[in-house]
Every structure is written in structure tokens, then in C-alpha cells.
């Protein structure tokens, strides 16, 4: 009678079957928030405090700016690591600018800046509709390379997996080179192929 009463009693069996359904939801709750959050927003733990303003209520975006950058000094002028993350980070805090987005050279996706806030790494531009506050409606993405090292595998495939993933979200009206929006002062993307990344 002991044995029926640990093991069998429907008391019990009632309070397990509970449990484990209470478990359950928990688990599948967790993996419904988990699927609702967008991929590349929200979500990361690198945002920047410079090279940025705060925008209030939902963002007008209708451009996507491709740039190019490399570490041009950290560690030090003499031996820089040319494609050192901070030492990248660094140079936008000295010049406060920044882009929403930073594909590394093994093709990792840094978030520096929410989509939704206005980052400064246009600069003196004008899309081909002639809106010249091109920070303002756009998202900019740097993709590290440098004059003659375009970028790498890894990295175009991150490119199109951001630009996919953002596209879904603004519907880009423009997808565009630094240089096609301020041409003769900027020459980014460097040796960029454009594999049907533009939209022109
Ligand atoms: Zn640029």
C-alpha cells in the first residue's frame, strides 16, 4: 500500500501531469518570444554612444548606404591591426560618426546603432531624388576592407543576409555605394562587386 500511495496515487500523478504542463507552456512561450524578436535589432550588446541621435516614434527609412572602412592606428600608428574591430570603433568615436551595422572580416555582424536612430555616416550626400539629409531616411552598413582587399566571401554572404533581413522591414527604395551618393568626396565600397546588392 506505501508503494501505491508514493508511486500511484492519482493525487500525485494529477500534481506531476500539472507540472509537466506547466513546463511546458513555459518552454513554449520562451520559444515564441524567442521567434518574435527580429533578427538584428534590439538585441545587441555593442551599441555605440557616439556618432548618433536618438529618433522619437517610427523612422521614414527608403535608403541602404554601403560603405568601407579599416583600422588605420590601434594598436599602435606604426603596426595597426587593419581589421581590429575596436581599433575601428575607436576612429568613429574620435570622428563621431557611426553606421547601424559593422560586418567583420570573418563575416560577424556588429549592431552599433539601432535602425531606428539616425547614425551619422553619410555625410554630405544626395540620394537620386535629390534628398540630401540622407542620414536621416537611410541605414548605413560598413563592411571592413581596405583600397585593395575588397571583401571577402564571409562577408557579401553576412551582406545579403542583413540586407535581406532589413529589406523585409523598410522595403529599401534605394540600396546604394557611398560613392554614388557623394561622388568625388567618397570612393566606399572599395573594390565592391555588386552582385545584385544595388538597388539604383
Ligand atoms: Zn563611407
Not at 114 to 136: C, E, F, M, R
Request: charged letters at 20%; a positive charge.
Amino acid at each position: 500500500m506505501k508503494l501505491w500511495n508514493t508511486i500511484l496515487s492519482p493525487f500525485k500523478l494529477f500534481k506531476l501531469l500539472i507540472r509537466q504542463y506547466l513546463i511546458l507552456i513555459f518552454f513554449a512561450v520562451q520559444v515564441q518570444i524567442a521567434s518574435s524578436q527580429k533578427a538584428y535589432w534590439d538585441n545587441s550588446n555593442e551599441l555605440v554612444a557616439f556618432g548618433h541621435e536618438k529618433y522619437e516614434g517610427v523612422r521614414k527609412v527608403k535608403a541602404l548606404i554601403i560603405h568601407s572602412t579599416f583600422n588605420a592606428s590601434y594598436p599602435s600608428t606604426a603596426k595597426p591591426d587593419t581589421f581590429d574591430v575596436q581599433g575601428v570603433l575607436k576612429q568613429f568615436k574620435t570622428y563621431n560618426v557611426a553606421a547601424h551595422f559593422l560586418i567583420d572580416r570573418k563575416g560577424v555582424i556588429h549592431q552599433l546603432v539601432l535602425p531606428n536612430n539616425i547614425a551619422w555616416h553619410a555625410g554630405k550626400s544626395q540620394l537620386p531624388d535629390g534628398t540630401t539629409s540622407v542620414n536621416a531616411c537611410s541605414i548605413g552598413i560598413e563592411i571592413m576592407c581596405t583600397y585593395t582587399s575588397g571583401p571577402n566571401t564571409a562577408q557579401y554572404a553576412a551582406l545579403r543576409e542583413l540586407i535581406d533581413a532589413l529589406d523585409k522591414n523598410y522595403n529599401f527604395k534605394y540600396i546604394l555605394g557611398h560613392s554614388d551618393i557623394a561622388p568625388g568626396r567618397k570612393t566606399d565600397p572599395w573594390k565592391f562587386v555588386d552582385n545584385h546588392y544595388y538597388r539604383k
